[in-house]
């Protein structure tokens, strides 16, 4: 069985950083292309970032290149983004999910792209 379990969030001040982590399970995910996104109270689910299979290729959302780094330990399987100079407009539930392709697809920023979701980890940005 796939499964995928977040955890790294919480509370931290603007500016500050966080480290999110996604544990895999059931599958390899480094044979995968994976991906990050977000969901902000009454919005819809966004693309943050996504990561190919072989790890060569890596894209960001524009609110948030140069500040969030995904990254990917094959001897853990598992996922990471790292987030600094956090910003109150990152506030958000965050979710990795697993691509349906281990090759990605052109179409990573879009959901339906994505066969498995982690429950989720809530970062909070706040003074």
């Known amino acids: 069985e796939v499964q995928l379990v977040e955890s790294g969030g919480g509370l931290v001040q603007p500016g500050g950083s966080l480290r999110l982590s996604c544990a895999a399970s059931?599958?390899?995910?480094?044979?995968?292309?994976m991906g990050w996104f977000r969901q902000a109270p009454g919005k819809g689910r966004e693309w943050v970032s996504y990561?190919?299979?072989?790890?060569?290729?890596?894209f960001y959302s524009a609110s948030v290149k140069g500040r969030f780094t995904i990254s990917r330990d094959s001897a853990k399987n598992t996922l990471y983004l790292q987030l600094n100079n956090l910003k109150p407009e990152d506030t958000a539930m965050y979710y990795c999910?697993?691509?349906?392709?281990?090759?990605?697809?052109?179409?990573?920023?879009?959901?339906?792209?994505?066969?498995?979701w982690g429950q989720g980890t809530q970062v909070t940005v706040s003074s």
């Open positions: 999910a697993k691509h349906s392709s281990p090759y990605g697809g052109a179409a990573y920023t879009r959901i339906q792209e994505y066969n498995a």
């Open positions: 059931g599958f390899i995910c480094s044979n995968y292309a």
């Open positions: 990561i190919g299979w072989s790890g060569d290729v890596i």
